[in-house]
Nanobody, 125 residues
């Protein structure tokens, strides 16, 4: 079984930065694709970013392109989401996810097998 734990969330002013980290345990996930999703109150969970098992392929939602970066360190079983130029509309609970389909960089919630508990990101105006 795979456990995912997010960290790095918090309160930041608009224009600021945060770096989210997702650590995996229980099984090595170096061969898994990893993703980040977010969910604001009253809204559905939405895709943010994803990265293939090797890191060679990544995919960002249009709403965060140019501001967010996804990366991974397979030696540490960790994936990072660097968030710059944050906006109030980025406020949400951020979830990391993993799928055994390592080369498949997907933006679909249902393609991911494992999920973390989420970390709150709040951007004040």
């Amino acid at each position: 079984q795979v456990q995912l734990v997010e960290s790095g969330g918090g309160l930041v002013q608009a224009g600021g930065s945060l770096r989210l980290s997702c650590a995996a345990s229980g099984r090595t996930v170096s061969g898994y694709a990893r993703g980040w999703f977010r969910q604001a109150p009253g809204k559905e969970r939405e895709f943010v970013a994803a990265i293939s098992w090797s890191g060679a392929n990544s995919y960002l939602d249009d709403s965060v392109k140019g501001r967010f970066t996804i990366s991974r360190d397979n030696a540490k079983n960790t994936v990072l989401l660097q968030m710059n130029s944050l906006k109030p509309e980025d406020t949400a609970v951020y979830y990391c996810a993993a799928t055994q389909r390592g080369g498949y960089v997907s933006h679909h919630v249902n393609d991911y097998n494992y999920w973390g508990q989420g970390t709150q990101v709040t951007v004040s105006s």
